[in-house]
């Protein structure tokens, strides 16, 4: 099976400590998991569903996703992990218009228009909390707030109501992992462990329930 892992930071594996990139991201891990499936890694620092950050340009998930579907067909599922940099301060965007932006996202990617070949299936992961510290971080994590981190307490639920919508598969990173304190926004290596082996899980249980 090919998996497609669409993300952020936390997909891409910035490490809280360092500010480089995990070698035991959660990416990695799954492919340890299931070393009989291809795991094509997507993950890009400050990416969104829909928003154009006016500082950092070309994070917009939604004008990539063409592309990103595209160039790795055919793929069987695509997991998707975003909606942390949506809440942002300079977006002041609420956890329902986030979901709104996830929305499109998943129809865009169920437009059978953009395929060649099949229709890959869909894992929606709604990302990790912030952390409670959030407002008093620094530096490249400064750009959230308290409301920020009220509004990534309802976010689970938005997206979950949305994928329930489309028919789309969820999973609550926040069930499973959680941000370092170092920056109250990225996990460290254990997080990503248990994130990937939720997303194991819940690729093994719909196989199953399609009888594979």
Not at 54 to 82: C, I, K, Q, W, Y
Not at 87 to 104: H, Q
Request: charged letters at 25%; aromatic letters at 8%.
């Amino acid at each position: 099976m090919r998996i497609l892992c669409i993300g952020d930071s936390n997909t891409w594996g910035f490490d809280p400590n360092t500010g480089l990139r995990h070698e035991n991201r959660w990416t990695r891990q799954l492919m340890a998991l299931r070393p009989q499936d291809e795991i094509i890694e997507e993950g890009m620092n400050g990416r969104t569903f829909a928003f154009d950050d006016p500082f950092t340009p070309g994070r917009n998930g939604l004008r990539a996703l063409d592309m990103l579907l595209m160039s790795h067909e055919p793929v069987d599922l695509v997991v998707v992990m975003l909606g942390t940099n949506d809440l942002k301060t300079f977006f002041n965007a609420r956890a329902k218009a986030v979901a709104r932006g996830a929305r499109t996202f998943l129809r865009q990617i169920k437009n059978p228009f953009l395929y060649r070949y099949k229709e890959p299936d869909i894992l929606m992961v709604a990302p990790i909390l912030l952390g409670e510290a959030i407002a008093q971080t620094e530096g490249e994590c400064g750009d959230f707030d308290e409301e920020s981190l009220r509004q990534s307490k309802y976010l689970g639920r938005e997206i979950q109501t949305v994928c329930e919508e489309l028919g789309v598969a969820f999973l609550n990173a926040a069930d499973f992992a959680h941000a370092s304190p170092v920056d109250n926004v990225h996990m460290d290596e254990t997080n990503h462990g248990r994130l990937a082996r939720a997303i194991h899980q819940a690729i093994e249980e719909r196989k199953k329930g399609e009888g594979q």
